[in-house]
Structures are given as structure tokens and as C-alpha cells.
């Protein structure tokens, strides 16, 4: 069974300091990752996706991926307290191709302290 | 932008009772989802359809039946209500692109079994 696993946290993060979200995850097919966030109450909204390994960058955000380490991470650069919600991990198996649903991990919630 | 809508936010129906929760996208996108979220659980995939008429098994179909006669409209069927359906589904859908398998959600709705 694949399997995705968060810190649940809370992680507490002072406002404008870098705040790092880890995900591991346990199918070794796994091609795509990507990243969502959840305020509390409403749907999850992509940040990111990465497919190959190192890092990718958009705006304050950077992903990075290990595939060899099974192990993805989210950097959150200058973080804001709009950035406070709960942040989700998703794996699917198949490389960018074929419907398939994600696997989520149980999220990060996240807290930027002004 | 991409919509996804979904028939209701709120919803409360008795046990044994058949329900139908809709799901609507204007994106002529090929994929569509059903997914429950539960505290403590995470995200979990209940069914997908990667085409009109078909449909494949998540990881937790039981109780559940879904429905895609038309290519932007995805049904869920609760054929029988139990109070362990009370959940928040959420409906995705997602084509295959540059940006790969990117899912995007509905605002989900939130279903009591009294």
C-alpha cells in the first residue's frame, strides 16, 4: 500500500524566516509529487508539482525531491502569516501520463507567527 | 481559470437514505475525482473516471457507486447512507498537460448522516 507521511506539526515559524515542509514517501514508482494548500474550511490549491530530482523554483516557494531518498520537501521563503494552513504532500505513480488518483500525506499545519 | 463546482456545500440526510453528490467542471478536462477528507485520515480516493462512461476504483469504493455520462459531469452515489460516510468530498479533475496530471478541487462538500 503506498503510503505518504507528514509531520502533522503544528510547525511554528517566525514571520520572514524560511519555513521547510518534509514528506517521505513508500512506492518507489512514484513519479510526481506535488505540493497543495488547505486553509482551514475551504478546498486544496496547488503550490508546486516536481517530477525530477534536485529543485524547482516559483516565487517565495521551492520544492525539492529525492527520489533516491524517497523524500520531498517544500521551502517557503520570507514567510507571511497568509502563508499560515496546512500544507499537503501528493504522490501519483504514473510519470505525468494516465489518470490515476494522488496519494495524499496527512499534512503539515503550518503557523506564521507576526 | 478552471471551475470546478459541486452541487452543494452542505448536505444532511438520514441512514439509509441514496444520495447523490454532483461534481461539475468547465474545463473540458478528461480526468475527474472523488476523494473524502477525514480529520486524522487525511485525503482518500474513492473513484475515478478517465473518460465518459468509465470509471476505475480508488482505495475506499466500498459504499460507493459513480456515475460520468457526460465528459464535464461526475456523479457520486451513496447507495445507502450510513453515518460512517459523514465526511467532506471533495471532486477534482485534471488533462494531461505540460504541467502533467495537475488536479484541481472543487469547494467540497460537507455531508452529515444523522
Known amino acids: 500500500q503506498k503510503e505518504v507521511e507528514q509531520n502533522s506539526g503544528p510547525l511554528s515559524v517566525p514571520e520572514g524566516a524560511i519555513a521547510s515542509l518534509n514528506c517521505t514517501y513508500s512506492?518507489?514508482?512514484?513519479?510526481?509529487f506535488f505540493w497543495y494548500r488547505q486553509y482551514s474550511g475551504k478546498s486544496p490549491e496547488l503550490i508546486m508539482f516536481?517530477?525530477?530530482?534536485g529543485d524547482k523554483e516559483d516565487g517565495r516557494f521551492t520544492a525539492q525531491l529525492n527520489k533516491a531518498s524517497q523524500y520531498v520537501s517544500l521551502l517557503i521563503r520570507d514567510s507571511q502569516p497568509s502563508d499560515s494552513a496546512t500544507y499537503l504532500c501528493?504522490?501519483?505513480?504514473?510519470?505525468?501520463?494516465?489518470?490515476?488518483?494522488?496519494?495524499f500525506g496527512k499534512g503539515t499545519h503550518l503557523i506564521i507567527q507576526p | 481559470d478552471v471551475k470546478v463546482t459541486q452541487s452543494s456545500r452542505y448536505l444532511v440526510k438520514r441512514t439509509g437514505e441514496k444520495v447523490f453528490l454532483e461534481c461539475v467542471q468547465d474545463?473540458?478536462?478528461?480526468?475527474m475525482f472523488w476523494y473524502r477528507q477525514d480529520p486524522g485520515l487525511g485525503l482518500r480516493l474513492i473513484y475515478f473516471?478517465?473518460?465518459?462512461?468509465?470509471?476505475e476504483k480508488g482505495d475506499i469504493p466500498e459504499g460507493y457507486s459513480v456515475s460520468r455520462e457526460k465528459k464535464e459531469r461526475f456523479s457520486l452515489i451513496l447507495e445507502s447512507a450510513s453515518t460512517n460516510q459523514t465526511s467532506m468530498y471533495l471532486c477534482?479533475?485534471?488533462?494531461?498537460?505540460?504541467?502533467?496530471?495537475?488536479?484541481?478541487f472543487g469547494p467540497g462538500t460537507r455531508l452529515t448522516v444523522l
Open positions: 474545463m473540458d478536462h478528461e480526468n
Open positions: 473516471s478517465y473518460d465518459v462512461k468509465m470509471k
Open positions: 516536481i517530477y525530477s530530482n
Open positions: 477534482a479533475s485534471s488533462f494531461l498537460a505540460g504541467g502533467g496530471d495537475t488536479q484541481y
Open positions: 512506492d518507489r514508482g512514484s513519479q510526481s
Open positions: 501528493a504522490v501519483k505513480e504514473a510519470a505525468g501520463g494516465g489518470a490515476d488518483g494522488l496519494t
